[in-house]
C-alpha cells in the first residue's frame, strides 16, 4: 500500500513546497515551481536509475498513477523495455509519407552539398507530383515507373536518370531508416530512364553561329533580346550557364572589365576573377539599362518566389521552340560553351590558358602547384574570341 493519499497530495500542493514525494514501489509525486504536480517512476535500465515521467497529476489520479506505474514495472522486468528510451525514440520525427522521407534525408545532405537547390529543384518539379503524399512502404515500382515516364515523355532524358537516381538515394534512406523493407527504384538503370548518356561533343562552327545567331535576330517576338546577349555572352566569356543568368551587378566592375565570381556559385574550390573583353562590357552595358535597377543582370521575367534572376529553364525553352518551329537546327546551350572553347583553340590560346578560361580545375600536380591565374593571357584570349564572334551577333550584320 502506498503512503500517498489524495487528501495528503491536496495538502502538499496547496502548501507550497517543492520536492519528490515517494509513494512506493518507485513512484512519486513531484512538485515543481508554482505548485505543478506530476507522477514519476524511478526504475534501473542497463545499470544506470532513472526517472520516467507518467503525466500530471491533475490528468491522473493517484489510482491510475499506481495502475500507470504497475504497468511500466511488468514490462521492464519482463523484457528490459527502458521507457525513457521508448518516449525519445517516439519523439523523432515520424516518417509516414515520401515528403517526410526526402525532408530526412535533405536536412543531412545539404549541407555536405555543394549545390543544395539542385536536387530540391529535382524533387519537387518531378517527383514530388507523383510520389510526395504517398506513404514510403506504399510505393512501388510502379510509381517509379510513372515518373520516369512522364520525364522521358517531356524529352528530358538525362533529367529523367538524375531523378532515378535521387530515388534510390532517397528510398536507400529510408531502408536505413527502417521507414521501409526494399528500395522500389533498386531494379531500375538508366536504360529504364533516360538511357545511357553519351559525352556531348557538338561544336558550332562559325557558318553555324553565323546561321543560328541570324536566326535568333529575325525572331524578336519569340526569342528576346535579353536572351540574344545572353547566348553572345555565354560563346565569348565560355561560363556555365546558370554562372552568368544568376549574376548580380555588385560582382562586376564594368569600368575595369573584370567579373568577380565568388567560389559559391562554381564548380571550383575558390573564387574566379573573369576578365570582361570590351564587346562582353558594350552588352553588360544595355542589359544595365534593360535591368531597371533590378539587382540582377537577368531579372526574372515573371513574378516568381523560386528565383530572384532568370529561371534556369528559360533559354532552353525559347531555343526548344524556335527548333520545333524550325527556325534553327536543335543545339544545347551548353554548345556555346564548347564551341567557345573551339574558338580559343582556333586563336592559339594554349590548353592550360583556355582551360582556365571555361573555370575548370586543372588535374594533378599542375592544378595542385600552379596557383597562378593567367588574368592577362585569359584576357588576351577571351578578348580574340570577342573579336571573332562580336561580327557574328552584333545586330548590325
Known sequence: MGQLTDKGIKAIIKSGDEGRFADGDGLYLCIR??????????????????????????????????????????????????????????????????????????????????????????????????????KVEAVTPRDVRAVVHKITASKRPTVANDALALMKQLFNHGIKLDAMASNP?????????????????????????????????????????????????????????????????SEFDLEKGLWSLSAERTKMDAAVLIPLPPAAVAWLEELKVRA??????????????????????????????LAKAGVISHFTVHDLRRSCRSLLARVGTPPHIAERCLNHKIKGVEGVYDRYDYLDERRTALTAVADIAAPITNLDV
Open 33 to 134: 515551481s508554482a505548485g505543478k504536480a506530476y507522477w514519476a517512476l524511478r526504475y534501473t535500465a542497463n545499470g544506470k536509475r532513472k526517472l520516467f515521467t507518467i503525466g500530471y497529476y491533475e490528468h491522473i489520479s493517484l489510482a491510475g498513477a499506481r495502475t500507470e506505474a504497475g504497468l511500466l514495472r511488468a514490462r521492464i522486468a519482463k523484457d528490459g523495455t527502458d521507457p525513457v528510451a521508448e518516449r525519445h525514440r517516439e519523439k523523432q520525427k515520424a516518417i509516414r509519407t515520401t515528403d517526410d522521407l526526402f525532408d530526412d534525408w535533405y536536412s543531412q545532405h545539404a549541407k555536405r552539398l555543394k549545390h543544395p537547390k539542385i536536387p530540391l529543384r529535382k524533387y519537387e518539379r518531378d517527383i514530388q507530383p507523383v510520389l510526395g503524399g504517398l
Open 185 to 249: 527504384a533498386a531494379a531500375f538503370t538508366n536504360q529504364d530512364a533516360g538511357g545511357v548518356e553519351k559525352s556531348r561533343e557538338r561544336i558550332l562552327e562559325l557558318p553555324e553561329l553565323k546561321a543560328l545567331f541570324a536566326a535568333l535576330r529575325s525572331r524578336p517576338d519569340a526569342f528576346t533580346r535579353e536572351n540574344y546577349l545572353a547566348c553572345a555572352l555565354l560563346l565569348v566569356l565560355g561560363v556555365r550557364k546558370m554562372e552568368l543568368l544568376a549574376a548580380q551587378w
Open 292 to 321: 531597371c535597377g533590378s539587382d540582377y543582370v537577368f531579372p526574372r521575367r515573371r513574378a516568381s518566389k523560386r528565383y530572384p534572376h532568370m529561371s534556369p529553364d528559360t533559354l532552353n525553352a525559347a531555343l526548344n521552340k
